[in-house]
């Protein structure tokens, strides 16, 4: 079975933190995204990635980077938190050398911003 | 912005039920539309998806059905069950996948 990790399901942050969250995935998989999760508003994509060191832009990028420096682990990064950035973040791998395959997500981080 | 628009919100089933959630689409690029399932504290998860080449796909109580011309697809849960009680999620693309807002199913034992 494939396996999405998150590292830290629960965070709690002040406004102006830097804030790092780590998605890790075991079945080498090319693909790699982070979609935010909130009430109404269903996912909206935030960046992906087809490969190693690349990043593409999704719907809603801004306040947000990534990082993908090994194939199996994809960053999201919040360089200055700010409190509308308090969401469920889902991180999700795919096989497929294009979207359109099945996405395994992980369990989610929920961090709440001071 | 490309959209899908998901109905209803939320959808309350008797036990032994259909459900039914709708959605549209405006891409006509789109050729793929999954359907994914989340329960309460986990990830959602693949259902059920279909390709534009047919219109209807069933996988046990789960049912796409597709309309080009419409632009429209929904997704039918026979025999509903308490089980199924979780968020839909429809969604469709093409390079991108974009998600409908969701709707909360509770199926009534």
């Known amino acids: 079975d494939v396996k999405v990790t998150q590292s830290s399901r629960y965070l709690v942050k002040r406004t102006g933190e830097k804030v790092f969250l780590e998605c890790v995935q075991d079945m080498d998989h090319e693909n790699m995204f982070w979609y935010r999760q909130d009430p109404g508003l269903g996912l909206r994509l935030i960046y992906f990635?087809?490969?190693?060191?690349?990043?593409e832009k999704g719907d809603i990028p801004e306040g947000y980077s990534v990082s993908r420096e090994k194939k199996e682990r994809f960053s999201l990064i919040l360089e200055s938190a700010s409190t509308n950035q308090t969401s469920m973040y889902l991180c999700?791998?795919?096989?497929?050398?294009?979207?359109?395959?099945?996405?395994?997500f992980g369990e989610g981080s929920r961090l709440t911003v001071l | 912005q490309q959209q899908v628009k998901q109905s209803p919100q939320s959808l309350i089933v008797q036990k032994g039920g259909i459900s039914i959630i709708n959605c549209a689409y405006e891409?006509?690029?789109?050729?793929?539309f999954p359907w994914y399932q989340q329960f309460p504290g986990k990830g959602p998860a693949l259902l059920i998806a279909?390709?534009?080449?047919?219109s209807e796909k069933k996988e046990g109580r789960f049912t796409i059905s597709f309309n080009k011309s419409a632009k429209q697809f929904s997704l039918h849960i026979m025999d509903s069950q308490p089980g199924d009680s979780a968020t839909y999620f429809c969604a469709a693309g093409d390079d991108k996948i974009i998600f409908g807002k969701g709707t909360r199913l509770h199926i009534l034992p």
């Open positions: 891409n006509t690029a789109f050729d793929y």
């Open positions: 279909i390709r534009p080449d047919v």
């Open positions: 999700a791998s795919s096989l497929l050398s294009r979207v359109t395959g099945e996405l395994f």
């Open positions: 990635s087809y490969d190693v060191k690349m990043k």
